[in-house]
């Protein structure tokens, strides 16, 4: 099946600094999406992208689906950031993919005041 | 409009008994998939269901069940549970499971003891 690879897996900032989180995965994808978890466990969405580039106050992300990877920027980071983020793809592999997202390992990111 | 609606929050269960996990998607979505979450793991795939079939199913043990209903409401059942089902299990719904965004409840922790 696909593989889905986060980097880096930890990330600590100071409040204000910026970052890059990047999701590499191994086959053609119809669906990307990013997710950042809360600490009770439920996933929020950040941005659904399977191509091309969304921003949405300080965070923005660009997929390039030809050579198979995304980024998510996170601007003048702030505490409330913290947290685990993971990016999660969907393959277009006909049936087998039918409601099934492909979750990579995860970023931890603890910002600093 | 309403989130994915998740019951019950949290439940602990002892080896050997069986336990159901509700799943309510937002109003429109046909589409309800399940995932279990745990620190060894992360997230991977149980099953899909879209307009009371299952679609497509990940790589579990046949003790992991669902059903969909006619309003697309979802239960998750597992049986003669063992220590390693403790897990945060997450719902997520979609209009079609393919091509688009899926959203997710707040999940369900389970305890097995």
């Known amino acids: 099946g696909i593989q889905v690879e986060q980097s880096p897996p930890d990330l600590i900032l100071q409040e204000g600094a910026n970052s890059t989180l990047r999701c590499n995965f191994s086959?053609?994808?119809?669906?990307l999406q990013w997710f950042h978890q809360n600490p009770w466990g439920q996933l929020i969405n950040l941005f659904y992208?399977?191509?091309g580039t969304k921003q949405n106050g300080r965070l923005s992300a660009t997929t390039v689906a030809t050579e198979r990877y995304s980024l998510l920027y996170i601007s003048s980071s702030q505490t409330t950031d913290s947290g685990v983020y993971f990016c999660?793809?969907?393959?277009?592999?006909?049936?087998?993919?039918?409601?099934?997202?492909?979750f990579g390992q995860g970023t931890i990111l603890t910002v600093h005041p | 409009k309403a989130g994915v609606t998740q019951t019950p929050r949290y439940l602990i269960k002892t080896r050997g008994q069986q336990v159901t996990l509700s799943c309510s998607p937002i109003?429109?979505?046909?589409?309800v998939s399940w995932y279990q979450q745990t620190p060894g793991q992360g997230l991977q795939f149980l099953f899909e269901?879209?307009?009371?079939?299952?679609?497509n199913k990940g790589n579990f043990p046949g003790r992991f069940s669902g059903r969909q209903f006619s309003n697309s409401r979802s239960e998750m059942n597992v049986s003669t549970l063992e220590l390693g089902d403790s897990a945060l299990y997450l719902c997520?719904?979609?209009?079609?499971?393919?091509?688009?965004?899926?959203?997710f409840g707040q999940g369900t922790r389970l305890t097995v003891v």
């Open positions: 992208i399977p191509s």
């Open positions: 997520a719904s979609s209009l079609q499971g393919k091509n688009t965004e899926a959203f």
């Open positions: 269901y879209f307009s009371e079939t299952q679609r």
């Open positions: 109003s429109g979505h046909r589409s």
């Open positions: 999660a793809v969907q393959p277009n592999a006909g049936g087998t993919s039918y409601g099934k997202l492909t």
């Open positions: 086959d053609s994808v119809n669906n």
